[in-house]
């Protein structure tokens, strides 16, 4: 099958003006030009990739859609509609919610689907949220609320138990270095990698993250003690390392790790991530939700930090539209004096490439390329040659009409012209 369009950006190679791609048994064997058996009006682009998403979330967009005070008034509100009316003891083994996970899920890849998002790095708490889905990516399953003593006991074991029950491409999660103790998240890194398993975690997502691992004080360091969380950070005054040195000492970072927020990181930071080879997901959208600024994203762009965009979830985003939030990075990188030419570019690059190399599927799915996943998504765009970047990320949120993975057509918008 041969599809074709006025503009295809396969972003592993240059725009082409009149191009086709044409697919074979689900991949890619050739960008071309020409007329195709089926075509596109508009602009064709290489699928979008969601580097952090919580979909089984998708049910709690209420929580979303205010903005909060902080991080902390965030959690807590979190906390209660999760729970259903509080938290109470906090036991990692027999946690129960009062959401159907699976319906969120299945809601959340729907979403996902009519934004362009073809593959996505999605954190699974709850088991039940693990659903068939068209969707490529990794699947993360995470842990939380363990102290070493607690993880010794029974949690180790137990999450042993349903990380073998799910297949090879299931990633792991540690959730927050303020959710587990020390020994827990060393523990949880060394069983991924001796398991061959992609490690992701939220990280520097607030200020208060910086105080918390340095000195075990502050808001973060208060929440924790809400929940009765017995860390050694909390009981030895904290660790003297920033968040992002502490995880590095614990093991975590490297190129099979990526991170997930990023706000509060500074040139030593950033500079370690790099060395690491750790790329980092940004979700700015989610980060206003929580009354937190945006990420250095003019900084890490300088610099050549790895970077990829997520949406977070639609508990603490306004929707799962990946390229509004690479709209809202370019806003915060021309405001924090970004001047280079290639913004729009990078940061489409950021949600497609960047997004595959965070994931460890780099030219499987992220590019249009001989080979690759036929993962692509069509957007109803006026094409512009001379700037096609800047045009897709100013206008294309919202305007995806199409969405094509492993070369079939998984969504498609009633009213868009398909010409056979």
């Known amino acids: 099958m041969i599809h074709s369009a006025p503009l295809v950006l396969p972003m592993s190679g240059p725009p082409v003006a009149d191009g086709t791609v044409t697919v074979a048994d689900g991949r890619i064997v050739r960008v071309g030009r020409g007329r195709g058996d089926v075509h596109w009006d508009g602009v064709l682009v290489a699928g979008l990739v969601n580097a952090h998403t919580h979909l089984q979330y998708t049910g709690m967009a209420e929580v979303g859609r205010r903005v909060y005070d902080s991080f902390e008034e965030w959690s807590h509100t979190f906390d209660r509609a999760y729970f259903g009316g509080g938290p109470g003891s906090w036991d990692p083994l027999t946690r129960k919610g009062v959401w159907d996970w699976a319906a969120g899920a299945r809601e959340g890849i729907a979403q996902s689907l009519r934004y362009g998002t073809t593959a996505v790095a999605d954190i699974v708490t709850d088991l039940e949220a693990l659903v068939g889905s068209p969707l490529g990516g990794v699947t993360y399953l995470e842990t939380l609320g363990d102290s070493d003593q607690t993880w010794r006991e029974a949690g180790r074991a137990h999450f042993l138990r349903l990380l073998e029950g799910l297949d090879g491409r299931t990633g792991v999660s540690p959730h927050a270095p303020y ?51 017995d860390f050694s950070i909390l009981r030895d005054g904290g660790t003297g390392l920033a968040p992002v040195a502490y995880l590095d000492s614990l093991g975590v970072l490297g190129p099979d790790c990526h991170i997930a927020h990023g706000v509060d990181l500074g040139p030593e930071d950033r500079a370690l991530l790099r060395a690491r080879g750790t790329a980092v997901a940004l979700c700015p959208r989610s980060n206003r939700t929580l009354g937190l600024p945006g990420p250095g994203v003019a900084a890490l762009l300088a610099e050549g930090n790895r970077i990829a965009v997520g949406t977070d979830s639609l508990s603490s985003s306004p929707s799962l539209d990946l390229l509004a939030d690479v709209a809202a990075l370019r806003e915060l990188a021309l405001g924090q004096g970004y001047q280079g030419a290639d913004l729009d570019r990078r940061l ?16 499987e799915i992220g590019c249009l390329r001989p080979g690759s996943r036929a993962d692509f998504a069509v957007f109803d765009l006026e094409p512009d040659g001379r700037e096609p970047y800047r045009r897709l990320v100013g206008q294309g949120p919202g305007r995806c009409v199409a969405t094509v993975i492993g070369g079939e057509v998984v969504w498609v918008l009633g009213s868009a012209v398909v010409q056979c």
Not at 350 to 359: E, K, M, P, S, Y
């Open 179 to 229: 959710t587990l103790d020390s020994g827990v998240i060393a523990d949880v890194a060394a069983l991924a990698r001796d398991r061959g398993r992609r490690l992701h975690v939220h990280l520097a997502e607030s200020a208060n993250e910086r105080e918390y691992t340095l000195r075990g004080t502050g808001p973060l360091a208060d929440l924790a003690r809400s929940y009765e969380f």
């Open 348 to 363: 489409v690059e950021a949600a497609t490439l960047g997004g595959a190399a965070a994931l460890g599927l780099d030219g």
